[in-house]
C-alpha cells in the first residue's frame, strides 16, 4: 500500500489512538466535573480498534500511541496491547501510552510484556493537597504506588505536567530535581483552548517562555535535537542528565512537523488537534470486511490534513478554539 503523505509533503507515521473517553479523574483544564460520557455502543470495538491500527501500520505508521481519557480504564484493554504490540518488527517501531498513573500498579508488567517500552504520566503537581485540588478525584499514593511500579517493570518514564498560571508555575524547579533522581524525564505544556470546562481558562494560561526563563535560573538548559515523534522539543539538564521538553502551541507552534493524526474511540479521525475537520472511519470499517473502503477513507481523510491548527487564547469571547474536550480527542 502506499505511504500517508499530507498536501504539504509531511508523511504521516505517527497515530495517536483514544480507547475510551471516560476517565477516573476530573482534571479541572481537561473536564467538567459532571462529564456525560458516551454510550457503550457507540465505541469502537477493541477488535474494531486493533483492525484500525493494523491498516495505518499498513499505510506506514510507525509509532502508536494508546490514550484516553485514560485507556487502562477500558475493560479488556491488554487485549488490544498485545494485538497491536504483536505489529512491532513488522512495520510498527513503537507502542506507547499516556496514562494518569492510576491503574499502572496493576497494568505496567502486562504493558512491558505487550511491547511498551516508554510511557507518559500525566503528573501537573508533587503536593498531594495540589493534586487533589486539579484531578477533584484522583489519589496522589495511588499514582505514586503506579510510578513505582512502571519503573520495576522496566518502562522508561515521562512525565507530562501542564503548566497552569498561580496553581503549579512555583513547583517546576522540584519537579526537575525529583525527575532528576528517580531517571524520569519532564515534559511542560501550555495549556490548550479545547473543550469547555467550569472556569476562566486564559485565568490559567502560563507561556513556557517563561517558564523557562525562570528555569535558567537554577538549571543549566542545552538545546539537543532528540525527538520522540511527537511536538515536544527538548533540552538537556546538565546537572540531571535528564531531558526537558516544552510543548508550546500557543506560543511557538509545532506544525510545520506534523507527522500525527489522531482517532477517537468512536472511529473519528481528526487530522488536527486543532482544527474541527474529521473523517468517518468507522462507516468504511463495518461496511466491509475488506479494508479497501477503510485504505481509502484514511488516504481521502489524509489528503485534507492542514498546514496548522487554529490556537488562539481569545480573552474577548473566553470561548475554546475546539469545542470537543481533550478526553474525546485523545490526549
Given at each position: ?17 483514544s480507547v475510551t473517553d471516560r476517565c477516573d479523574f476530573r482534571c479541572v483544564y481537561c473536564m467538567s466535573e459532571d462529564m456525560t460520557f458516551l454510550p457503550k455502543k457507540d465505541l469502537l470495538t477493541l477488535e474494531e480498534l ?46 506507547t501510552v499516556t496514562t494518569n498513573g492510576s491503574q499502572l500498579s496493576r497494568f505496567a508488567d502486562e504493558l512491558y510484556a505487550a511491547g511498551v517500552r516508554r510511557v507518559n504520566i500525566s503528573l501537573d503537581t508533587l503536593d ?142 481528526y487530522m488536527c488537534l486543532g482544527q474541527n475537520d474529521s473523517a468517518d472511519l468507522k462507516t468504511p470499517l463495518r461496511a466491509s470486511e475488506s479494508d479497501g473502503p477503510l485504505v481509502d477513507a484514511i488516504h481521502e481523510a ?30
Open positions: 500500500m502506499s505511504r500517508l503523505v499530507d498536501p504539504f509533503g509531511r508523511e504521516i507515521s505517527y497515530i495517536r489512538i486493533e483492525r484500525v491500527a493494523a491498516a495505518f501500520i499498513e499505510l506506514g505508521v510507525e509509532k502508536i500511541r494508546m490514550t484516553g481519557g485514560e485507556p487502562l480504564v477500558r475493560k479488556g484493554i491488554m487485549q488490544l496491547f498485545n494485538g497491536i504490540g504483536s505489529h512491532i518488527g513488522n512495520g510498527l517501531k513503537e507502542l498531594a493537597a495540589k493534586f487533589k485540588a486539579i484531578t477533584r478525584w484522583g489519589h496522589f499514593e495511588k499514582v505514586m504506588d503506579g510510578l513505582n511500579a512502571a519503573k520495576a517493570a522496566g518502562l522508561a518514564v515521562k512525565i507530562n505536567a501542564v503548566a497552569l498560571k498561580g496553581v503549579n508555575e512555583d513547583e517546576f524547579d522540584t519537579m526537575v530535581a525529583w525527575c532528576g533522581e528517580h531517571g524520569f524525564d519532564l515534559t511542560l505544556i501550555e495549556t490548550m483552548p479545547l473543550g469547555d470546562i467550569d472556569g476562566d481558562r486564559t485565568d490559567q494560561y502560563l507561556p513556557l517562555s517563561v517558564v523557562r526563563s525562570r528555569l535558567k535560573k537554577n538549571w543549566t538548559l542545552t538545546d539537543i535535537p532528540y525527538r520522540t515523534g511527537g511536538p515536544a522539543r527538548y533540552m538537556e539538564i546538565g546537572e540531571t542528565g535528564q531531558k526537558l521538553g516544552f510543548i508550546t502551541p500557543m506560543t511557538h507552534n509545532f506544525c510545520e512537523s506534523c507527522n500525527r493524526v489522531r482517532l477517537t474511540c468512536t472511529g473519528t479521525l489524509i489528503s485534507r490534513k492542514p498546514k496548522g491548527h487554529d490556537f488562539v487564547i481569545d480573552r474577548r469571547q473566553n470561548k475554546p478554539a475546539v469545542g470537543r474536550h481533550m478526553s474525546v480527542t485523545g490526549g
